[in-house]
Each structure stands twice: as C-alpha cells, then as structure tokens.
C-alpha cells in the first residue's frame, strides 16, 4: 500500500466518522452532548435496558470520550471514542495510545509510511 493511498484511506474513514458524528449532534451544536451519546451507545447495543446500570454507563463513558473536561465531545474526541467503541464491539482490542503520540496523530501504519 502506498503512502498515497494510505493517506486516502484515512482521509475517507475521517469523513465516515464526521458523518456519524453529524447523525448523532441532534442540535447541530457542533459537539455531541450525555443524551445524544446515549443515542450513539444504544444504536451500538451498548445498553442493557437497565436504567440505573444505563446511566452509570453513559456517565462513564461520556466521561473516557470527553478528554479535555469541557462537558461536551468534540469532532476530535468523538473520532476517537468512536472507533474504540466500534473496535470493541468487533471484538477487536482497544488501541493503546503510543507514549508521547497525540490521538490526533496519524495511525501507526501512516506514520511508518511517512518516516520511509
């Protein structure tokens, strides 16, 4: 795979992830609020159907996504919770970040590439 088609490849995941983020900002705010990731959890199957056990989960959850603390998700934050959370419903193991990496950086496969 070349360097091009690499990059390709990234730039077209990004802009399926802004349009699932564009689905669930209901109130195109330009952030994803605690309700609509409840929407985004529930069309994943992430929620039991338990209220309290539902609650808490979101809560924890929009907590892990929203990393800088503001008390919303940004586009940026979303990628990243977005493709853990497809990845773990896969079945696959959540990406560790790379000490000293950005999680905006580009992937592992890319960066490799560039540095060739």
């Known amino acids: 795979m070349t ?5 390709d490849n990234a730039k077209s995941r990004e802009a399926d992830v802004y349009t699932k983020f564009q689905q669930y ?4 705010s330009g952030f994803i ?8 959890l ?8 338990d209220g309290a056990k539902d609650q808490r989960f979101l ?6 996504a929203d990393e800088n ?25 959540p990406k560790t970040p790379v000490k000293g990496k950005d999680s905006r ?5 890319v960066e490799d590439a560039r540095r060739a």
Do not use: R
């Open 3 to 7: 360097l091009l088609s690499m990059i």
């Open 33 to 40: 609020d605690e309700g609509e990731l409840a929407c985004l």
């Open 105 to 109: 950086a580009l992937s592992s496969e």
């Open 25 to 28: 900002d209901a109130d195109a």
């Open 59 to 64: 809560e924890k959850q929009f907590i892990v």
């Open 42 to 49: 529930d069309d994943l199957n992430m929620l039991t159907g």
């Open 69 to 93: 603390g503001d008390g919303k998700i940004s586009f940026e934050e979303f990628k990243v919770f977005y493709n853990a959370a497809i990845d773990l419903k896969q079945g696959k193991a």
